[in-house]
């Protein structure tokens, strides 16, 4: 096989001259891009990871607007959580 240099899994490579070849590398980069797609908890997984270390970085750049902000949302899900429940009581 030719040297590649480092590939997408979803990408097909440039030079194939056999038709049988080329159909197959194709199918190969149509699946991996599809489970790449459908495969939610992985995204998911990368998204959260992606999250937290953007949260980290900023909470390193600027502690007390991270506090704020932690604190903001507590606040916002505490105020949530009792408007539901003081629906639910009535």
Not at 34 to 55: F, H, W, Y
């Amino acid at each position: 096989m030719t040297s590649e240099l480092s590939l997408p899994r979803t990408a097909v490579p440039l030079g194939i001259t056999d038709p049988v070849e080329s159909a197959r590398a194709e199918l190969k980069a149509a699946l991996a891009a599809i489970e790449e797609k459908a495969n939610v908890p992985k995204r998911v997984a990368k998204a959260t990871d992606r999250g937290v270390t953007q949260a980290r970085a900023f909470a390193q750049r600027q502690p007390a607007a991270a506090v704020a902000a932690v604190v903001g949302v507590a606040a916002a899900v505490g105020v949530f959580v009792w408007g539901a429940v003081r629906l639910y009581t009535r």
